[in-house]
């Protein structure tokens, strides 16, 4: 069974950064792509970027230029290093796998972005 930790969320100001992580487990994490999601308050969840095996990246128009998302196979992890964040940033932040079978969520990580 799938098992994903998120971590890294936090309270920062506009303009700031945060990385956030996921460690994966229960499946082999080299072999599928994955992505990150978030959820507003009152909104429902939303792609916000995804990475396949190959190391290909795309993101959601709202955030591409500002966050990156990385992977390490070795480690099992991936990662999105949110940059020039926006108070819209705010969030809860999950990561899960991309173009395939989804996996049961997380419990995801709070970003808040103040004005």
């Known amino acids: 069974q799938v098992q994903l930790v998120e971590s890294g969320g936090g309270l920062v100001q506009a303009g700031g950064s945060l990385r956030l992580s996921c460690a994966v487990s229960?499946?082999?994490?080299?072999?599928?792509?994955m992505g990150w999601y978030r959820q507003a308050p009152g909104k429902q969840r939303e792609w916000v970027a995804s990475?396949?095996?190959?190391?290909?990246?795309n993101y959601a128009d709202s955030v591409k230029g500002r966050f990156t998302i990385s992977r390490d196979n070795a480690l099992n992890t991936q990662y999105l290093q949110m940059d020039s964040l926006k108070p819209e940033d705010t969030a809860i932040y999950y990561c899960?796998?991309?173009?395939?079978?989804?996996?049961?969520w997380g419990q995801g990580t709070q970003v808040t972005v103040s004005s």
């Open positions: 229960g499946t082999i994490f080299r072999l599928n792509h």
């Open positions: 990475i396949t095996t190959g190391g290909s990246t």
């Open positions: 899960n796998t991309w173009g395939g079978v989804i996996a049961a």
